[in-house]
């Protein structure tokens, strides 16, 4: 039984790897196709006014905007395999540089986010579903509903007035002070763990001032899915059979809801909740831009006003190889914690 389980995990686990392949090829030309029906020169949008047109003709030659389609389509798929995602336009910097410098600020921004999010959704849920119908089951289910569906940008701006201006309690812009930021090597450009590597421990409290803001705004808008998700699925654990043996077996009701409700329903939690962290990127954008956080996203907003498409092209391929990784990771927990899912 243990090794014809075995094999099913493999053979489930070698047909996602296989369609990650056509996956990623229609997701990669859908951003080529998109960056190529956008109005204008993307050459001359960017640098035109700076260039004679000579510069400007040799610019683009060295972009290859001047290649036939079908030969930049080729070049673009190439240089993805190779893992370079082009140069910027307007700064000439490389676009993987970009993403390791700015996309680390985003990774911490994300993972402070998701931490939120579980950890307010996960037993708000719980809790709703086990009290159902109780005034708690209705704020909890009211408070999912109005959080979700308020713009992040709108509660960011909440926040910062409410305990940045009026309270003065926490920082409202930026990653951190700027002697902070002077004080720490980059090591990995996670300024918190840079500062971990240095042992600059007395710069740990500016640093997570700085992060509590944006990452309670966008971790508490993703919570209102996880929190109904947690709810409608441990509901439905309850009523199960093997539930109700462990009430009559005597088993604490805390135990049952933990071990057995909880347990139970994580499979369309973890996989909803998966989807949540990826789309958390999107929803960094706007946080980033709102609290001036130095990630991937702000600097994603910059080239979009400089035109900049190179750039555009690279960052928004690294978002969607970023999204493909998250979803068959996802399916490979759910197929770990629920045989049935390989079949």
Same mark, same amino acid.
């Given at each position: 039984m243990a090794a014809s389980e075995s094999g099913s995990l493999r053979r489930y686990l070698l047909q996602r790897l296989l369609l990650v /392949? &056509? @996956?990623v090829w229609i997701l990669l030309?859908?951003? +080529? !196709? !998109? @960056?190529? #029906?956008? &109005?204008g020169n993307p050459i001359e949008a960017a640098v035109g006014a700076h260039l004679t047109h000579a510069q400007l003709i040799a610019k683009e030659r060295q972009a290859g905007f001047l290649k036939p389609l079908i030969v930049q389509y080729g070049d673009y798929l190439w240089q993805v395999v190779r893992g370079n995602f082009g140069t910027t336009i307007t700064d000439n910097r490389p676009v993987s540089q970009v993403v390791a410098q700015n996309g680390a600020a985003t990774l911490e921004l994300t993972v402070a986010a998701m931490i939120v999010a579980i950890g307010v959704g996960v037993p708000g849920g719980t809790l709703a579903a086990r009290w159902r119908d109780t005034w708690f089951d209705g704020s909890a289910r009211l408070f999912g509903i109005v959080i979700y569906a308020a713009p #992040? +940008? +709108? !509660? =960011? !701006? /909440?926040a910062q007035l409410v305990f940045g201006h009026y309270l003065g309690w926490l920082p409202t812009s930026s990653q951190a002070d700027v002697l902070t930021q002077l004080d720490i090597t980059p090591h990995s450009n996670i300024l918190i763990l840079d500062a971990m590597i240095d042992g600059k421990w007395g710069d740990i409290p500016d640093l997570l001032a700085h992060l509590v803001l944006p990452a309670v705004t966008l971790g508490l808008v /993703?919570? =209102?899915v996880v929190l109904r998700l947690v709810r409608v699925n441990v509901m439905q654990t309850l009523r199960g059979d093997y539930v109700e043996a462990a009430r009559a077996r005597g088993v604490p009701e805390g135990r049952v809801l933990r071990r057995h409700a909880l347990r139970n329903a994580m499979v369309p939690i973890v996989t909803v909740t998966g989807l949540q962290a990826a789309l958390l990127l999107s929803g960094a954008v706007l946080t980033e831009e709102t609290f001036n956080w130095p990630g991937i996203g702000n600097q994603l907003i910059h080239y979009l006003d400089a035109r900049d498409y190179t750039a555009v092209q690279g960052i928004i391929t690294v978002f969607t190889l970023v999204v493909i990784v998250v979803s068959l990771v996802i399916d490979i927990v759910n197929a770990a914690i629920d045989p049935r899912v390989r079949f």
């Open positions: /392949i &056509p @996956m030309t859908l951003v +080529f !196709l !998109l @960056m190529r #029906v956008a &109005p #992040v +940008f +709108f !509660l =960011g !701006l /909440i /993703i919570s =209102g």
